[in-house]
């Protein structure tokens, strides 16, 4: 942490100074409230020790003024005129802790691991309140298919370095929820994961998202911001839809990838940032550079190690198991009892390509358990379009009695089947054929 020292005694600013050092931190230095606002608005500071009595100004008015400038920073307070009166005073006005003088180095250190404790806490409970806004169920890291297996053994061996990983992959495919698993499967997962969707701003918001400002940078800005990259910092910055990035800003992320520097917009000062970068796409950035709309430089620097995502019509083995998480994460968030899929519309789901991946599987189910009267979810719940499969495939899905041919029932009875057992010779079993026809079978219905 950047630590601001606001006492008028050089002793005190010196012992404090070594001890804050020999923790880890940057100690920052004021000897009166004129100095110590010029470096709060100038730099970023995370914690003040202020002294209650300097040597014209009283402590808590230089308190009150730090905070009437929007600064909200916790405050430690020195005093060697401890009384329960101030004491009182200085809670009620919000200050963290006190430190009385004379004190000596661990009484120090104490009062700054209650504050890291705090820190670490709040900080934990933001990021939970932003996986919880999300509203998406947490996913499965399991696989039946060998490609998702060796990918998720990929990722969690990338994520115990601190290269750059670039999540490639289509909408929906889970991008965001693995950078997450990196993240917290990595020596970082105790600091912050932020999360800057690229496409969301203009450029010049974008800019000013990823690197902060300063008052009157622009028109609207009206106090200085730290930015995501500050807030990422000793954690990870996710970059979702890194392949929207304007050229611009595409050089300021070059320069933060190669030696951990950037400035704010409107400042000319030079700052560092230990961060961790895991970008996302579903474009073709190899295209992109090609046609020059993304850096060729930084593509190489993004991809140190790539993850390919694929679709989920490419992880059919692992379509039961997701079905069914979602069901019943679903049936949990609205306070309702298990709910199931009958037969016609569990074959439904298991042959439809979903263009939409995870996302719209889960959107799907959250609407069919909102929408459904019962305890099962039937074919007359789902969506229209999973009436028909898309591709090649043959209209599909039905019960017995349905006013549909033989043919159409048998092949979403075979889907299904297939999609359920763990080897043709179980499922031939099941169909009453041998396994040369099921061969035969799954050939015409383009399952080969």
Known sequence: ??????????????????????????ALNAYNGKQALRIVEEDRVDAIFLDLRLESENGLEVYDRIREAGH??????????????????????????????????????????????????????KELETILATTDPVLIFES???????????????????????LLGPSGTGKTVLARRIHEASDRSSGPFVVVHCPSLSKELLE???????????????????????????????????????????????????????????????????????????????????????REDLYYRLNVIALQLPGLANRRADLPALIDSFLEFHAKKIGRDKIELDDAARAALLSYDWPGNLRELNNMIERCI??????????????????????????VVASVGSQVSLQELEEAHIRAVLEHTDSLENAANILGIDTATLYRKRKKLGLL
């Open 1 to 26: 942490m950047n630590i601001l020292i606001v006492d008028d005694e050089s002793n005190i600013q010196k012992t404090t100074s070594l001890t804050l050092k020999t923790m880890g931190h940057k």
């Open 72 to 125: 909200d920073m916790p405050v430690i307070m020195f005093t060697a005129y401890s009384s329960v009166e101030t004491a009182i005073e200085a809670t009620r006005k919000g200050v963290f802790d006190y430190v009385p003088k004379p004190f000596v180095p661990e009484q120090i250190r104490q009062a700054l691991k209650k504050l890291e404790e705090k820190s670490k806490l709040v900080s934990r409970v």
């Open 144 to 166: 039946k298919e060998p490609s998702m297996q060796d990918l998720y053994a990929m990722a969690d061996k990338a994520a115990r370095s601190d290269a750059n990983i670039l």
């Open 208 to 294: 000013s998202e990823l690197f902060g400002h300063v008052k009157g940078a622009f028109t609207g800005a009206v106090k200085d911001t730290w930015g995501k990259v500050d807030a990422a910092d000793g954690g990870s910055l996710f970059l979702d839809e890194i392949g929207d990035l304007p050229l611009e800003i595409q050089a300021k992320l070059l320069r933060l990838l190669q030696d951990f520097s950037y400035e704010r917009v409107g400042e000319t000062k030079t700052r560092k940032s230990n961060v961790r970068i895991i970008a996302a796409t579903n474009r073709d950035l190899k295209e992109a550079v090609d046609k020059k709309a993304f």
């Open 370 to 395: 909102i929408l459904s009267a019962g305890k099962r979810i039937t074919l007359n719940d789902l969506p229209s379009n999973l009436a028909t499969n898309s591709g090649s495939k043959t209209s």
